[in-house]
């Protein structure tokens, strides 16, 4: 990480070098050299204070944003002079840890004062975008508005969710009014990372307010995430260790519903993870194992590039994802599942019954992921020779875990999730060309062959801003895997359908059947469904022609069924087999 701290140093300079083409960017408050001033005199006295405030990762979140904003000239919500003075903020913190004293304004957002790896409060009736000045004395610190201001007393620092209120033990608030509130930043004592809520910069895509954590939430997450590092320490010790290294400060999310967990990191706030609160500590575990990678890779990626930064803009498969991906997302992906891939490898041998079973499901559905993903890349991805040997090295240790075996039902489900994800991207981002399906679409309506001149249909990649959750049958085949009795409840409750349910469970004969159904009953209104059409290429097989076709180009099938009154199925699939090989894409 020494190497990330020195990348963020430079960041901060070339911010300070372009403020100064801009006189007027700080606003009201002291200018951009002058805050930095103050930090650099604070690091002259007592360099710890200074480190703990810029080796945040929400620091170099807001460089990062705050220079594409500089240099594309694009405009935000918030003021450039407020995303300015979060140096401000910074410089106001350091002093603070550093014991003083200090004399400061700063800017309010929407009300709030935040200081960065201290806390923040909220005044009422304020303008949107206002200053408030931070003072440091003998009597403590002082936060000044036109109308309010806030008393801290004690020693400033991040405080462990505890039984003293709130935020624990710490920065005890005096406010005038009484009503005021200082809520400090908070530490999972049991595993020393901070659990933040109010950084304005700690989301991936967009500034927020402080969404505070009641005390009971808090301690719940510091439970969880002591289960989660035990599980680390005891199953996965070197991972443990990089992630103890790595991971600085965690966003708590709402928990999401489980096998559908979410978690993001940024190449400018390495260190920072948001995640949603673990279903269990085997999944927070994985999380984390899955974002330290995207933080590794984010650290290297400011060393050296990895991708050719003059190779034209490309879009690619990869069945972690909906939406059509680019290169550097690509290898960060392949690289964030190999490790996710070696998490569940090692973890299969520790865990019993349905949850070991579901740990050899996703080895085998991730250790193939990682193999075909890193091949197509290698075969065609604008890489960049270390970039080639990165990828290289990643892809020979994968080889190496190709003949550890997994149990046949994981392996069989393992194998159905591939076909499905890929097939389901395919339907949806993938067109054929028009003049071709139009005369394919006539011959099948007038009962004729396939014309003889058709044998392969191009496509074109036109991404679906639609697709949504193409995973949704590994879903319900990680909960077959590990929740075999809710699985059967929401059957007969008819919350899963009988066609995906029969699939599932490997009765391919009886999902073909209904899935059939279905696509008989919609073809009389128009109304074909893509994933009915996929699921019938899943249940007949890749043995018999029609599924063939249904897996391969399921696009293809789609876009002539759609344009002939006769509608489609498994004997439109059949009948493309002459045009329907592997696609070119």
Request: proline share 7%.
């Amino acid at each position: 990480m020494d190497a990330e701290t020195s990348h963020r140093r430079l960041a901060f300079r070339a911010v300070l070098d372009a403020l100064r083409d801009r006189p007027g960017a700080a606003g009201p408050l002291m200018s951009a050299d002058e805050a930095w001033d103050l930090l650099v005199d604070v690091e002259r006295r007592r360099p710890a204070a200074v480190k703990v405030v810029l080796d945040s990762p929400f620091a170099g979140a807001w460089a990062a944003r705050l220079l594409r904003r500089l240099h594309t000239g694009g405009t935000e919500d918030v003021p450039l002079w407020v995303e300015v003075g979060y140096l401000h903020t910074m410089a106001a913190s350091a002093v603070v840890h550093a014991g003083g004293p200090l004399d400061i304004r700063v800017p309010m957002r929407q009300g709030v004062i935040h200081l960065p790896t201290l806390g923040h409060t909220r005044f009422a009736d304020h303008e949107v975008w206002e200053t408030a000045t931070v003072r440091m004395s003998e009597r403590g610190v002082e936060i000044i508005t036109a109308a309010d201001r806030i008393l801290l007393e004690g020693v400033p620092a991040p405080t462990p969710a505890g039984p003293g209120g709130p935020g624990g033990p710490g920065m005890v608030a005096r406010a005038v009014p009484v009503t005021q509130v200082w809520r400090p930043t908070r530490v999972a004592s049991a595993v020393g990372v901070v659990l933040e809520d109010a950084d304005p910069y700690r989301l991936t895509r967009h500034s927020a307010p402080p969404v505070w954590l009641p005390a009971a939430d808090l301690q719940r997450w510091e439970r969880k995430l002591a289960a989660v590092w035990t599980v680390l320490r005891e199953g996965h010790p070197g991972l443990a260790e990089a992630v103890s290294a790595t991971v600085a400060a965690i966003v708590a999310l709402p928990a999401a519903d489980r096998f559908h967990s979410f978690s993001a990191s940024s190449n400018d706030a390495v260190g920072s993870v948001e995640m949603s609160e673990p279903h269990d500590p085997v999944d927070g575990a994985a999380t984390l194992a899955h974002e330290l990678r995207h933080a590794l890779l984010g650290a290297l990626s400011h060393l050296d590039d990895l991708v050719d930064p003059r190779a034209a803009p490309r879009l690619w498969f990869v069945p972690w994802r909906d939406d059509p991906r680019p290169t550097r997302g690509v290898l960060q992906g392949v690289y964030a599942y190999h490790g996710v891939t070696d998490f569940w490898r090692i973890q299969r041998r520790r865990a019993r019954g349905a949850e070991a079973m579901l740990a050899h499901f996703e080895f085998a559905v991730w250790r193939r992921a990682v193999l075909d993903i890193s091949a197509d890349l290698l075969r065609d991805g604008p890489l960049t020779g270390l970039g080639r040997r990165f990828l290289s090295g990643l892809r020979l240790t994968a080889l190496g875990w190709i003949g550890e075996p997994v149990p046949t039902e994981a392996r069989r489900l393992a194998d159905l999730v591939h076909a499905d994800t890929r097939a389901m991207w395919r339907i949806h981002h993938l067109v054929p060309e028009q003049r071709l399906v139009h005369r394919l679409a006539a011959a099948w309506s007038d009962g004729a062959a396939v014309p003889a001149d058709v044998v392969a249909v191009p496509q074109r990649l036109r991404p679906d801003p639609r697709a949504r959750a193409l995973d949704s049958r590994a879903r319900l085949a990680r909960r077959w895997l590990a929740e075999r009795d809710a699985f059967r409840r929401d059957e007969r409750d008819a919350v899963i359908s009988a066609a995906d349910a029969a699939l599932i469970a490997g009765d391919g004969v009886r999902a073909g059947r209904l899935y059939a159904r279905t696509l008989d009953a919609a073809d009389q209104t128009g109304s074909a469904d893509r994933r009915d059409l996929v699921g019938l290429g899943l249940a007949l097989g890749e043995h018999t022609t029609a599924g063939r076709v249904l897996r391969r180009r399921p696009d293809l099938v789609h876009a002539v069924a759609r344009a002939a009154p006769r509608g489609g199925g498994a004997a439109l699939a059949a009948w493309l087999s002459p045009c329907g090989d592997e696609p070119s894409f």
